[in-house]
């Protein structure tokens, strides 16, 4: 199978660690999306990354789908427990959500300085602070979200803090997030998570 990714996307990352914690024989496919000749575009009809390419020409796209065809192939990174489960869905959707805003951000500061939104700039920046609050409150005193250790809830808290270090770094996380920083040093040791740290990729200039 093909992955078709882009190196600062922090959703490319949840489904790139998932694939490699998993031990699922893959490809990574470098794309930009932004750019003409995206390949992206030819696979999926909303031409977004990560973009999953089967072994019999099946595509999936969109980072929860593709986790959820991954579990259903190999699970083990959501709990069986109901409760614990939905805890792993609400974790993900604010980590997500906090994602969101900051490339919202990044998107409004390339347009010209006098035409960025200072209101729409504050209510993202409301909603990442929000849910780093959010994320931090959440973590159990075993530094995990549930009792199943490393699973989904996980992958993608560390992948939108590595996202926030990437394009929202003046924001100190780390000050405001004890609990958070402590499970982000403690996988960042961990090979899925060092292989897939994410770097800037160039992103055309509003016209």
């Not at 920083?181 to 994410?198: C, E, I, Y």
Request: a neutral charge.
């Amino acid at each position: 199978m093909k992955l078709f990714i882009a190196t600062p996307s922090p959703f490319a990352r949840k489904a790139r660690v998932t694939l490699l914690e998993k031990q699922i024989p893959h490809e990574i496919v470098i794309d930009n999306p932004w750019q003409p000749a995206s390949q992206v575009k030819g696979l999926n009809p909303l031409a977004k990354i990560p973009t999953l390419v089967l072994d019999d020409g099946r595509v999936i796209h969109d980072s929860k789908v593709i986790f959820e065809y991954l579990e259903l192939e190999r699970p083990g990174y959501l709990p069986q427990d109901k409760r614990e489960k939905i805890i792993h869905r609400l974790v993900e959707v604010v980590a997500d959500g906090v994602c969101d805003a900051v490339v919202m951000t990044f998107l409004e500061n390339q347009r010209p300085e006098g035409s960025r939104s200072q209101f729409w700039l504050s209510r993202q920046a409301d909603k990442i602070r929000a849910g780093v609050h959010e994320l931090e409150q959440k973590i159990l005193p075993s530094g995990t979200f549930t009792s199943l250790g490393l699973g989904l809830a996980e992958i993608a808290t560390v992948c939108a803090l590595g996202y926030l270090d990437l394009r929202y770094a003046d924001y100190n996380w780390r000050s405001d997030a004890p609990n958070l920083l402590k499970l982000f040093d403690g996988l960042m040791q961990r090979a899925s998570f060092l292989q897939t740290v994410p770097t800037v990729q160039e992103v055309p200039a509003n016209r």
